[in-house]
């Protein structure tokens, strides 16, 4: 039986976890003003097989957790400058604390204390003298607790992200293109600034499956996204399976004419691969029609990004019209305007 998680999945699930989560050893930040109290604990906590990090004042602890982002702090109530409680309230302002535990040590186990512990963001707290066992215990549950967080966080990224991933191709999906393309219209809007979008459809690609088989029309199409997304390849840039044979680019922040350029690109790059297309009506390779449109969003309230969609497949369909093999452009002006680029 395949072992599982396979190692192409576990690499994948990988990049989704904090560097922290794969350390070796948990890394424990302890910021306490007394020195022998930092020895002591240091000791002890060495002597479980984790790594300790020390800080005489809060400020000096809260330098070191931005540095480091240890596992675990463990913190003294009772510090002059900043004490443990506004250590804590500052601790949770740093975006990475999030699931760092955080264990208060204090002489003070009043109502009132415990109250204040927690309420500024005390995950736990252990008063002094310090039982050791006690200690031990809780260091090892909180320490288990966070890291079972950040892989439960870490998990759900991960399966936010495979949501938004076409599988074949691993360009992103429908669903994915269908989210980015209404964000980027109604941020190109607020900006001010030019959107556009590419549509690419293969050409007699159910006459290529026929022929070919569906293994090589599955493995034509992710040669075809390889072929746009090394193209489009700045960081704005979306390039998405739109739906069986046809792909999608969105442009954010790009005219029209470079929009034409990039479309080219597309097309003319598929042409070098030379991948046999014995029952095209077109070329004796496999070929893509392009339609391209572009808008500025501000200058057009009362539409959408649907808008922007339906001008690339009308000018898609002028693209097929003509012939196939070319890119065709519509631009949303008023009065609108139609230019086809024929192929070479």
Excluded at 35 to 61: H, M, N, P, S, W
Excluded at 128 to 154: F, G, N, S, T
Aim: proline share 5%; glycine share 4%; hydrophobic share 40%.
């Amino acid at each position: 039986m395949k072992d599982f998680p396979s190692p192409e999945f576990s690499s994948f699930y990988q990049q989704f976890l904090p560097k922290t989560a794969t350390r070796a050893t948990p890394l424990i930040l302890l910021t306490d003003d007394d020195r022998v109290t930092r020895i002591q604990v240091r000791r002890f906590l060495e002597r479980e097989k984790y790594q300790v990090v020390e800080a005489a004042d809060g400020t000096e602890g809260l330098d070191a957790f931005k540095r480091l982002k240890p596992d675990m702090v463990m913190v003294d109530a009772m510090m002059p400058t900043i004490n443990g409680f506004e250590f804590c309230t500052e601790l949770q302002k740093i975006p990475e604390a999030s699931y760092t535990p955080v264990l208060m040590i204090t002489g003070l186990d009043d109502e009132k204390s415990v109250d204040r512990a927690f309420a500024s963001g005390a995950t736990d707290y252990i008063t002094k003298p310090i039982h050791w066992a006690v200690l031990r215990q809780r260091v090892r549950r909180l320490i288990q607790q966070a890291q079972l967080l950040r892989y439960l966080e870490a998990a759900n990224k991960m399966f936010q992200q495979l949501s938004l991933v076409d599988e074949l191709t691993q360009l992103a999906n429908r669903r994915h293109f269908d989210m980015r393309l209404d964000q980027e219209w109604r941020r190109m809007a607020r900006e001010q600034l030019p959107l556009s979008l590419v549509l690419c459809d293969i050409d007699s690609f159910k006459n290529y499956n026929d022929a070919q088989g569906h293994l090589k029309g599955d493995s034509c199409l992710r040669q075809v996204a390889r072929r746009i997304s090394a193209v489009a390849k700045r960081p704005a840039d979306l390039a998405a399976r739109y739906g069986g044979e046809e792909f999608a680019v969105i442009l954010p922040n790009t005219s029209s004419e470079s929009a034409l350029v990039l479309a080219e690109k597309i097309r003319l790059g598929l042409q070098t691969l030379k991948l046999a297309h014995p029952n095209s009506i077109v070329s004796p390779w496999v070929t893509l029609s392009i339609g391209v449109s572009s808008a500025l969003p501000h200058q057009f309230p009362k539409r959408s990004a649907l808008d922007l969609l339906a001008a690339a497949d009308s000018a898609l369909y002028q693209a097929k019209a003509a012939g196939r093999d070319r890119v065709a452009f519509f631009e949303l002006t008023a009065p609108s305007r139609f230019q086809t680029i024929e192929s070479f």
